[in-house]
């Protein structure tokens, strides 16, 4: 049995601290929002009244938070000072790779471990315990945490050093978030030349332009009965995540000064998408604007 500090019990954390529980760890659970805490404590989640004295006894401090700069501000801010020496802090909320290596450097210097540990896989991953974990870590740190990563996820990947892990899950989600766009275009490109969507899905769902944009996600109702498409795009990931995430392989790809024009544009294509209709819908809804400006 582990203790464990989950901080962050938003729509990710609290089911990820959930199964936690479940499998029998010691786990005591804090937000800064009040309302989570008492979502959490309904669940039956113990929670504590601050960050610090969740963290205080801890072998593990899990953080799941919006963005770098929470992680950044809670770990300067208490989260490290209060901590046993030698805890190891897991840090799966999506950052960039700059933030996810700063939180590791404050971490060690506090004489802690750290490892950055995104996740996908969304809440239905969370809440099944089914998410992919994308780690960053030394080897003995990425071998400490596996048993609890298995916990809440069935694909645990060790991607090198720190910052790796972010660096995997952002790569992934600029492929995913391009070839969103690339499918729904053809979609509206085929309705313009007479092709019917099922007719069109059958070639390229079996084709080499196959992928899970297609084949999971399909941005036209009737083809993948599970897809958005079929519930007016209710999420599944929204708009709001991609563009949060296209927006840090924005970063990347300045940062690296990466030629991905395409990686650019589609960070522009979903942040206007956010922006508008599609901060609350699935990130496949961009097809409507894409019909809309046709
Ligand atoms: P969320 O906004 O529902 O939850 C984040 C929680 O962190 C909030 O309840 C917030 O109050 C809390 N928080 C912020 N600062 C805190 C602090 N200092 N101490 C304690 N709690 C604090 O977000 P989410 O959907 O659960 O996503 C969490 C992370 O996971 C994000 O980085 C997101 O990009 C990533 N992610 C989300 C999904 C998804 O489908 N929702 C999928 C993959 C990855």
Redesign the pocket.
């Known amino acids: 049995m582990t203790r464990i500090a989950f901080?962050?019990?938003?729509?990710?954390?609290?089911p990820m601290a959930k199964n936690l529980l479940a499998a029998g760890h010691e786990v005591i659970g804090?937000?800064?929002?009040p309302a989570?805490v008492d979502a959490a404590s309904a669940a039956g989640l113990p929670v504590a009244q601050f960050?610090v004295d969740a963290v205080s006894g801890a072998d593990v401090v899990i953080?799941?938070?919006?963005?770098g700069k929470?992680?950044i501000?809670?770990y300067q801010?208490g989260?490290l000072a209060a901590a046993d020496p030698g805890t190891l802090f897991i840090e799966?909320?999506?950052?960039a790779v700059d933030e996810a290596r700063a939180a590791h450097e404050l971490a060690i210097e506090a004489g802690h471990r750290n490892i950055d540990a995104?996740?996908?896989?969304?809440?239905v991953?969370?809440e099944n315990g089914t998410?992919a974990f994308m780690v960053g870590g030394s080897d003995e740190d990425f071998a400490a945490a596996l048993p609890l990563l298995e916990t809440m996820g069935k694909r645990i990947v060790h991607c090198g050093g720190p910052g790796l892990g972010q660096a995997a899950?952002v790569c992934n989600n600029m492929i995913l978030g391009i070839s969103q766009i690339a499918v729904a275009e053809a979609f509206v490109l085929g309705e313009r030349l007479g092709l019917e969507h099922q007719a069109l899905f059958d070639v390229v769902s079996q084709a080499s332009g196959q992928c899970w944009s297609i084949t999971t996600n399909c941005p036209v109702p009737g083809p993948v009965p599970t897809s958005p498409a079929n519930r007016d795009y209710q999420?599944?990931?929204?708009g709001a995540?991609m563009a949060?995430?296209l927006g840090l392989a924005l970063q990347a790809i300045e940062g690296t000064g990466t030629d991905a024009q395409m990686g650019r544009l589609a960070q522009q294509i979903y942040a206007t998408f956010a922006a508008g209709s599609g901060a609350g819908r699935d990130f496949s809804g961009i097809i409507t604007d894409i019909r809309d400006a046709s």
């Open positions: 901080l962050g019990l938003g729509h990710m954390g609290l804090f937000d800064v929002v989570a960050g953080t799941m938070f919006p963005a929470h992680v501000a809670a801010d989260l799966s909320s999506t950052i995104p996740v996908s896989g969304g809440v991953g969370a998410l899950k999420p599944g990931f929204a995540l949060k995430d």
